[in-house]
T-cell receptor
Framework: DQQVKQNSPSLSVQEGRISILNCDYT??????FLWYKKYPAEGPTFLIS?????DKNEDGRFTVFLNKSAKHLSLHIVPSQPGDSAVYFC????????????FGKGTKLSVIP | GAVVSQHPSRVICKSGTSVKIECRSL??????MFWYRQFPKQSLMLMAT?????????EQGVEKDKFLINHASLTLSTLTVTSAHPEDSSFYIC????????????FGSGTRLTVV
């Protein structure tokens, strides 16, 4: 059973517009969520995280929203830039100090100039 | 959906011994397997990429003689940490991709290695 789901394998967005990447989870024990960005031939790099005590965390152009009741989180990128084109992974863990992450399958974002 | 089974989930070994970590794709053929090591602050370092039947491609700075990767079949890849030292203690994760055209990656559940 997939505990972290990214139902959109790909997304295309015009440069300057908002990119919204979605992630759903099923395990109610998860209370720490992360987004990673992956370029081809590189490992995923950590982008932004959110603890379940918050419903929003912002870092520059990147904002993550958490809806615990819906077990849903989303990553917003505003404005989108061509350099944002990459595969984005959603990950979750049972507590912030845990190394054990459960990953979604990724969403490939293409930002069109 | 696609599942990657990674074992063991936790292992404690003595310094100087070797440890093997397995990743199996349960319901698909994994053309490519990736091995990562997790560092503090959730950063993941790509250690190597392996394609079935060929030698793994190691990232710069990763010792190929220390971290032996074997991808003998389309459903199994193994990472062996040889002559483990305490500094090798970390969380290791594998990821599999079905074909070169796929953007969907399936991650294993990870292995927590502690070398004492």
């Amino acid at each position: 059973d997939q505990q972290v789901k990214q139902n959109s394998p790909s997304l295309s967005v015009q440069e300057g517009r908002i990119s919204i990447l979605n992630c759903d989870y099923t395990n109610s024990m998860f209370d720490y969520f992360l987004w990673y960005k992956k370029y081809p031939a590189e490992g995923p790099t950590f982008l932004i995280s959110i603890s379940s005590i918050k419903d929003k965390n912002e870092d520059g152009r990147f904002t993550v929203f958490l809806n615990k009741s819906a077990k849903h989180l989303s990553l917003h990128i505003v404005p989108s830039q061509p350099g944002d084109s990459a595969v984005y992974f959603c990950a979750a863990s049972a507590w912030a100090g845990s190394y054990q992450l459960t990953f979604g399958k990724g969403t490939k974002l293409s930002v069109i100039p | 959906g696609a599942v990657v089974s990674q074992h063991p989930s936790r292992v404690i070994c003595k310094s100087g011994t070797s440890v093997k970590i397995e990743c199996r794709s349960l319901d698909f053929q994994a053309t490519t397997m990736f091995w990562y090591r997790q560092f503090p602050k959730q950063s993941l370092m790509l250690m190597a990429t392996s394609n079935e039947g060929s030698k793994a491609t190691y990232e710069q700075g990763v010792e190929k003689d220390k971290f032996l990767i074997n991808h003998a079949s389309l459903t199994l890849s193994t990472l062996t940490v040889t002559s483990a030292h305490p500094e090798d203690s970390s969380f290791y994760i594998c990821s599999a991709r079905a074909s070169t055209g796929e953007t969907s990656y399936t991650f294993g559940s990870g292995t927590r290695l502690t070398v004492v």
